[in-house]
């Protein structure tokens, strides 16, 4: 939920933003809004994929500070010069996939496709201790604990939000 292709909403409509103008300053507001951490990457040329239906935003110029997207400068919602080649991203810190070039086979952070695996912990105290499960053509299994080391659970730890 921490990297992907930005979409917003606007009029009970989602739609895509325009990389026109999109830098880290823009990713910094993104993620402070999804409460994602540190943004570490801005890409654009829909390098999520295109998205599909509206573009709400064009030359977002954000200072990097401001709480929400919806306060920064940009030409009004729906007005645009661009088509869906040009949608932007954002990658934050909070999620640890990040492009599927980046991940270490060794490690969760490897990815289907472009999603990052679905984890759960059961059986512990609270929903941020357990055994470790991860989600697999539609069945949930174990994770085996060879090679496992805190390196492995960190990364659990950041993707489930649990610090």
Request: with cysteine; hydrophobic share 30%.
């Amino acid at each position: 939920r921490c990297a992907g292709r930005l979409e917003v909403l606007w009029e009970q409509q989602w739609g895509t933003v325009c990389d026109d103008s999109w830098d880290l300053s823009n990713a910094m507001v993104v993620c402070k809004q999804l409460d994602c951490g540190e943004a570490l990457s801005a890409p654009g040329s829909a390098h999520f994929g295109q998205g599909t239906g509206r573009i709400w935003l064009d030359d977002v110029n954000c200072i990097g500070t401001e709480a929400d997207l919806s306060v920064c400068r940009t030409k009004p919602w729906g007005e645009h010069n661009c088509n869906h080649g040009e949608d932007a991203g954002v990658v934050c810190s909070g999620n640890s996939c990040f492009h599927p070039s980046l991940c270490d086979p060794r490690r969760l952070c490897c990815v289907e496709g472009k999603k990052p695996i679905k984890l759960q912990l059961v059986n512990g105290s609270s929903r941020c201790a357990g055994r470790v499960e991860v989600l697999y053509g539609q069945q949930w299994g174990t994770v085996c604990d060879d090679n496992w080391d805190i390196i492995d659970a960190e990364v659990v730890c950041r993707q489930l939000g649990c610090g």
